[in-house]
């Protein structure tokens, strides 16, 4: 039976949350093409992520040495090229992740694969794989195929499919060899994120502010609302890119997921970035003047217009029915 | 140290947008164009670093005969803020081009370029593939690493990379040169380029290079192609918003209370 080959993805001892959705969605197509789903996952210590991994998957490769300290595009690369001219699996998919991003278009140079990024959904059609992915930041859609190849690469987009349950039968191990390497890009440490401030992922109400504010000065209109509504401030990463504010706001994938009751996202368009990170929201209120903006495709209250007309008399009514 | 800079001339986009005739691409006519987002902050670390080591900055930028003036608007801003030399890849024959055509064409006009460091923006906010840098590297065997937020050079031709992760977190690592990064917003704070300098920089000489000259031509760049565009369309919306009208006073007035009643509700 063909594979399709998911690369773990880990952190600090744990399975990364993405690699679980992307198995996930692996099992959906192997299902429906009578494939399997196997999973390489490479590192030092990872026995026991291993042991987890083989409830998820028919088999993992199990590439281990203690040299490899953390993430390393240059020995996953390797390990991962040799692993696909041995098994020659119909697709290897990975997260559109920090690693996955590094990884896939190195790989695909390297051994001449087509590679879709970034994919909402993936479709395997008379053994052409076909994939939907978005654009100009999330506004449009697009529905792509990939070149006949004999393995398709493809990236998923983090948040968006299911984490996959624990299967009945565990899967075999094997173990794969790493050969020493002479490295060129070589990793020191990982930083951990700054102390914060205030806690954004832990707020019952948050305000969000975007690009649409303009100006630095205009901040204090927004921040007003969050606290009328005894809320946080919080933002999109423009804001924090321009130095607005610190990024222990920010929210979204390369920031915080935020599960509040209440989010309200004033001037912000909605990239997927962001959107990766206000899922867990339950109710989504969007202030936009653009109505093509894509936050409002998330949202269960929008107003289209001039946040800058709608703030003050929102805050104002708001210290009325309080 | 020589840097190169790949950049990209990107659509503004504002406000909704159509899809074309085609079903395959969106109206562009009547769309402002402008340099894409973080290529702006890769030019902007590639002066930074010229600023303090020395050497040259030249920008490259590939672009259909369609698309020149788009490209060459932003070459001439690049210029105005500080880049040396200008090369520009055009051609008819390179319309639409996937993330591996954009990247052996790039790679193979690179090769009669002298460099120690090619710097690229990590995504084109228009495509968003991702691709680009990971592949010039890859092509032209150098080793790369991406996403950077922080670039320090250190000594015997070794720079420091901040790589962002997810959640905060930064990945450091070392990178010999010569090398290819890709380069994430937020690193700087790219600065303005004036009116007055953006007009100058239309003299000066910009490097056109067609496909012929780089013994390219449509059959090859068609076996380059990796990802064919089936259609597209705009998005059904997941919760499609109440959208709440009136003029603003009405607006913010109903909203008021829809807050209110959904923080009462828990």
Known sequence: MREILVIAEHREGELRSSCLETISKAHEVADKGGLEVTSVIIGSNIKSLAEKLREYVSKVYLAENHEITYYDCEIYKHIVSKLIREVKPLMVLMGHTSYGMDLMPGLSSHLSLPLVTDCIDIELSNGKLNAIRQAYGGRVNVKVSLKPSETYLATLRAGVFQPAKPTQTKGEIVEVDVPPLELKVKHLEVIRPEIEDIDISKADIVVGVGLGIGAREKIPVVKELAETLGGVLGCSRPIVDRGWLPQTRQIGFSGKSIKPKIYIAVGISGAANHVAGIKGARTIVAINKDSGAPIFNISDYGIVGDLFQVIPILVQELKKVK | ?266
């Not at chain 2, 953006?198 to 990802?227: C, F, G, H, Y």
């Open chain 2, 1 to 266: 140290m020589n840097i190169v800079v790949c950049v990209k001339a990107i659509p503004y986009i504002e406000e909704r947008v159509k899809i074309d005739r085609s079903g395959k691409d969106i109206v562009k006519a009547g769309l402002k164009f402008k340099i894409n987002d973080s290529d702006e902050n890769a030019l902007e670390e590639a002066l930074i670093l010229k600023e303090k080591y020395g050497g040259t900055v030249t920008v490259i930028s590939l672009c259909s005969d369609r698309e020149l003036t788009y490209a060459e608007q932003v070459v001439w801003e690049c210029y105005a803020k500080g880049a040396d030399q200008a090369i520009l890849v055009c051609d008819k024959i390179f319309e639409n081009p996937d993330p591996y055509i954009t990247s052996k064409t790039l790679a193979e006009a690179l090769r009669s370029v002298k460099y120690d460091l090619i710097l690229t923006g990590c995504q084109a906010i228009d495509d968003s593939y991702m691709q680009i840098g990971p592949m010039i590297a890859e092509i032209l065997g150098l080793p790369y690493t991406t996403l950077a937020v922080k670039i320090q050079v250190l000594d015997n031709g070794r720079i420091l990379v901040h790589r962002e992760l997810e959640e905060g977190y930064r990945q450091a690592v070392e990178i010999k040169l010569p090398a290819l990064i890709t380069v994430q917003t937020g690193i700087n704070l790219p600065r303005y380029a004036a009116l007055i300098k953006v007009i100058a920089a239309k003299k000066k000489p910009l490097r056109k290079i067609t496909a012929q000259e780089l013994k390219l031509d449509v059959e090859m760049i068609n076996s380059w192609r990796n990802i064919f565009i089936e259609e597209m369309y705009i998005p059904k919306a997941e919760r499609a918003a109440q959208i709440i009208t009136g003029s603003p006073e009405e607006a913010a007035t109903k909203l008021a209370l829809i807050i209110s009643n959904t923080l009462k509700s828990g």
